[in-house]
């Protein structure tokens, strides 16, 4: 059982905007604003998408991340086909772990 | 660019130990820039991080594990490794070593092995 809950599944027509959430608690999302997102393709390591509001270099601004007190989203605006993948939540925690989400497949319709 | 290779046995024997190592290029593990992390994901499942450790020594474990893990540094190789005692099926997945930026508490996993398929089996 993962310890920050996201929803299994979520699915979006071409252009169109979801957002995936992701709830923990007051000892790791609520804590800090250190949560980090990842995008997983089949069969290959999981990427870096987003830490707290941060992009890093050569990832889509259609790319956003939020946080409201113990739950963290995430947002695609513009779906792509390219975009479906499995997208895994991570927060620290106030035990100097990191701690991760169960993960949500994004399917474009 | 740091680049991490893993590598280790893809089978292991029920209660035996699950050891594995971490080849790092493009920085020193000693450099102080990284914790040295280790993730890992059954089939089918999510990541579960494992835990890491700094240049320092200190580590840093998953509670869940903490009684059979041990994570360690080989700086003559600019390596660093996992070991997990009394393996169980529960912990056939792949394994992945990533970097984590040491100059700010919380730092991303922003770069990660392949990763090694492990299966626990007789």
């Known amino acids: 059982q993962s310890v920050l809950t996201q929803p299994a599944s979520v699915s979006g027509s071409p252009g169109q905007s979801i957002t995936i959430s992701c709830s923990g608690t007051s000892s790791d999302i609520g804590r800090y604003n250190y949560v980090s997102w990842y995008q997983q393709h089949p069969g290959q390591a999981p990427k870096l998408l987003i830490y707290d509001v941060n992009l890093p270099s050569g990832v889509s601004g259609r790319f956003s991340g939020s946080k409201s007190d113990n739950t963290a989203y995430l947002t695609i605006s513009g779906l792509q086909a390219e975009d479906e993948a499995d997208y895994f939540c991570?927060?620290?925690?106030?035990?100097?772990?990191?701690?991760f989400g169960g993960g949500t497949q994004l399917t474009v319709l | 660019q740091v680049q991490l290779q893993e590598s280790g046995p893809g089978l292991v024997k029920p209660s035996h130990t699950l050891s594995l190592t971490c080849t790092v290029s493009?920085?020193?593990?000693?450099?102080?820039?990284?914790?040295w992390n280790w993730i890992r994901q059954p089939p089918g499942k999510g990541l579960e991080w494992i835990g890491n450790i700094y240049y320092n020594g200190n580590t840093n474990y998953n509670p869940s594990l903490r009684s059979r893990l041990t994570i360690s540094l080989d700086m003559s190789k600019n390596q660093f490794s996992l070991r997990l005692t009394s393996a169980t099926a529960a912990d056939t997945a792949v394994y992945y070593c990533?970097?984590?930026?040491?100059?700010?508490?919380?730092?991303?996993?922003?770069?990660w092995g392949q990763g090694t398929t492990v299966t626990v089996s007789s």
């Open positions: 990533a970097i984590q930026g040491a100059a700010v508490r919380g730092a991303p996993l922003d770069v």
């Open positions: 991570s927060s620290y925690t106030t035990i100097n772990t990191l701690v």
């Open positions: 493009g920085d020193s593990i000693t450099s102080g820039d990284f914790y």
